[in-house]
C-alpha cells in the first residue's frame, strides 16, 4: 500500500475513534477543522443536526481580507470567538471533537482558549 494511503487510513481510524467516544457522551460536540490556511470550529447539536454555533478565520472580522489564518494567533481568537457565542446561546458544556487532527499546535491553541473563554470540556 502507498504511503499516502496509509497515512489517510490512519487518520479516518484516529476520527472514527475520537467521534465514537464523543457520540457516547451524549453532549453537544464542539468539531475542529483544520486546513493548511483556515481553521474552523463549530458547535453541534448531534440528535438534532444542527449546527448551533461557529466560527472560522474566513470572517474577516478574525483575519480581514487576504491575510494568511493558518496560524496559531488566529486558532486562539477563534476559540475566544466561539465561546462568546457560545455564551451568548447559553451553551456551556461541550465535548471536544478533534477529528483526524492530533491534539497540538493549533487545535490546542483553540480549545484552551474556549476554556478560558468559559466554555468546559
Known amino acids: ?3 499516502h494511503k496509509r497515512i489517510r487510513n490512519r487518520k479516518n481510524r484516529r476520527a472514527f475513534r475520537v467521534r465514537n467516544r464523543i457520540r457516547s457522551a451524549g453532549r453537544l460536540r464542539l ?4 486546513s493548511n490556511r483556515h481553521i474552523y470550529a463549530q458547535i453541534i447539536d448531534d440528535e438534532a443536526g444542527q449546527t448551533l454555533v461557529c466560527a472560522s478565520t474566513m470572517e474577516e472580522a478574525v483575519a480581514g481580507p487576504g491575510k494568511y489564518a493558518g496560524n496559531i494567533e488566529a ?3 477563534i476559540g ?3 465561546a462568546s457565542r457560545a455564551k451568548e446561546k447559553e451553551i456551556e458544556e461541550v465535548a471536544f471533537d ?3 487532527f492530533m491534539y497540538h499546535g493549533r487545535v490546542k491553541a483553540l480549545a484552551d482558549a474556549a ?3 468559559g466554555l468546559k470540556f
Open 1 to 3: 500500500m502507498k504511503l
Open 31 to 34: 468539531s475542529v477543522f483544520r
Open 75 to 77: 486558532a486562539t481568537k
Open 80 to 82: 475566544e470567538l466561539l
Open 98 to 100: 478533534r477529528g483526524k
Open 115 to 117: 476554556r478560558e473563554g
